[in-house]
T-cell receptor
Framework: EAGVAQSPRYKIIEKRQSVAFWCNPI?????LYWYQQILGQGPKLLIQ????????DSQLPKDRFSAERLKGVDSTLKIQPAKLEDSAVYLC???????????????FGPGTRLTVT | AQRVTQPEKLLSVFKGAPVELKCNYS??????LFWYVQYSRQRLQLLLR??SRESIKGFTADLNKGETSFHLKKPFAQEEDSAMYYC??????????????FGQGTTLQVKP
């Protein structure tokens, strides 16, 4: 099966500019996650969608970050305006509920590396 | 507070030596524990989870609720095990949304 797709793979912007990332999850996966991974740290969840509804966006800096998942498939994450501290890898993941074990296995995309100068 | 701690940023061993990657957690409830691995130039992928009690690529991990630990072990390291390893947790049961909380990661370097 095709994996989670993300684009672009790399992006360099100046502070105060805007940027958008795109994610296409594995077909049939209802749940989609966006994580931020700052250099030297583990991934941190920014926002989680179940179909096209938001499940958790408690750690999303809503004054500058926004995300949407129209039609419950692809998703975009936007930063406007960007700050230096937004430099990170942005990972998209999707999951299919494993009902028998009540466990969600997440499949990750390759990530988008953002550098804000 | 919900937290995963991996105390070692780098673990360097020789091929054939035993490996133990440490992971401690803090969670109010009954968590699900995972190990994820990222090989060079590859995407993050699931290595194993405690609930399945599997041995994957020779690695095992036992959940110790008393010590709140989930250390990853392998008796004989191979050069192809060199990678970044992340310990992660999520909730279990009806309140589980699938959200993963990751540790900071440990780079395992296996020398020939």
């Amino acid at each position: 099966e095709a994996g989670v797709a993300q684009s672009p793979r790399y992006k360099i912007i100046e502070k105060r500019q805007s940027v958008a990332f795109w994610c296409n999850p594995i077909s049939g996966h209802a749940t989609l996650y966006w994580y931020q991974q700052i250099l030297g740290q583990g991934p941190k969840l920014l926002i989680q969608f179940q179909n096209n509804g938001v499940v958790d966006d408690s750690q999303l800096p809503k004054d500058r970050f926004s995300a949407e998942r129209l039609k419950g498939v692809d998703s975009t994450l936007k930063i406007q305006p960007a700050k230096l501290e937004d430099s990170a890898v942005y990972l998209c993941a999707s999951s299919l509920v494993i009902l028998a074990e009540d466990t969600y296995e997440q499949y990750f995309g390759p990530g988008t590396r953002l550098t804000v100068t | 507070a919900q937290r995963v701690t991996q105390p070692e940023k780098l673990l360097s061993v020789f091929k054939g030596a035993p490996v133990e990657l440490k992971c401690n957690y803090s969670y109010s409830g009954s968590p699900e524990l995972f190990w994820y691995v990222q090989y060079s130039r590859q995407r993050l992928q699931l290595l194993l989870r405690h609930i399945s009690r599997e041995s994957i690529k020779g690695f095992t991990a036992d959940l110790n609720k008393g010590e709140t630990s989930f250390h990853l072990k392998k008796p004989f390291a191979q050069e192809e095990d060199s990678a970044m390893y992340y310990c992660a947790l999520s909730g279990r049961g009806s309140s589980n949304t699938g959200k993963l909380i990751f540790g900071q990661g440990t780079t395992l370097q296996v020398k020939p």
